[in-house]
């Protein structure tokens, strides 16, 4: 079985303060995404790593950067949050052609 | 410009019925597509899928049919059980990419 975990599962942080979440997979998988899930919007891509220190902006990267040290973690960092990043923060990997999903992180930005 | 489109946003469907959700793309260079069920505060869980060049994919009490004319895709459950109560969502993957788009999920509701 697929294995991604998300360390962080509920935040609350300060507007202007930089925020990390973080991701683990254990399939050796060598794409891996973040997505924030928001009502009435569905799922959109923030960052997408397609291998080792590789990344590439998503649909909506404003606000966010990615890093990708390691084929297995992959961070998501918000260097100045905002309330409007308040949201569910998804990550993925990707094997064959299924991604497969973390628990999330629930982030709220006061 | 939402290339993938699920336009009801909730089903209420009695147990033991058959709960079937669609969802409507725009994309014709889409060659795979999936489905997900997400509980809350739960990241979403694969459930299955099907390549574009098959029209109908079947695991259990999960069946997906691909109307490739239609540019439509729907999931059935039968038996619909309370524990499938969730958000579902499709996602279509482009052809030689690694972009996945996701519709806005359907939320279904199964009464006992």
């Known amino acids: 079985d697929v294995k991604v975990t998300q360390s962080s599962r509920y935040l609350v942080k300060r507007t202007g303060e930089k925020v990390f979440l973080e991701c683990v997979q254990d399939m050796d998988h060598e794409n891996m995404f973040w997505y924030r899930q928001d009502p009435g919007l569905g799922l959109r891509l923030i960052y997408f790593s397609y291998d080792v220190k590789m990344k590439e902006k998503g649909d909506i990267p404003e606000g966010y950067s990615v890093s990708r040290e390691k084929k297995e973690r992959f961070s998501l960092i918000l260097e100045s949050a905002s309330t409007n990043q308040t949201s569910m923060y998804l990550c993925a990997s990707r094997g064959g052609n299924t991604i497969y999903f973390g628990e999330g992180s629930w982030l709220t930005v006061v | 410009d939402q290339q993938v489109k699920q336009n009801s946003p909730s089903l209420s469907v009695q147990e033991g019925r058959i709960s079937i959700l669609n969802c409507d793309y725009t994309?014709?260079?889409?060659?795979?597509f999936l489905w997900y069920k997400k509980y809350p505060a739960e990241g979403p869980t694969f459930l299955i899928s099907i390549s574009s060049i098959k029209d109908k994919n079947e695991d259990g009490r999960f069946t997906v049919f691909l109307n490739k004319s239609a540019k439509h895709l729907s999931l059935h459950i039968v038996p619909s059980q309370p524990g499938d109560s969730a958000v579902y969502f499709c996602?279509?993957?482009?052809?030689?990419?690694?972009?996945?788009?996701f519709g806005t999920g359907t939320r279904l509701k199964v009464l006992a």
């Open positions: 994309n014709s260079m889409f060659d795979y």
């Open positions: 996602a279509a993957k482009d052809t030689g990419t690694y972009k996945y788009i």
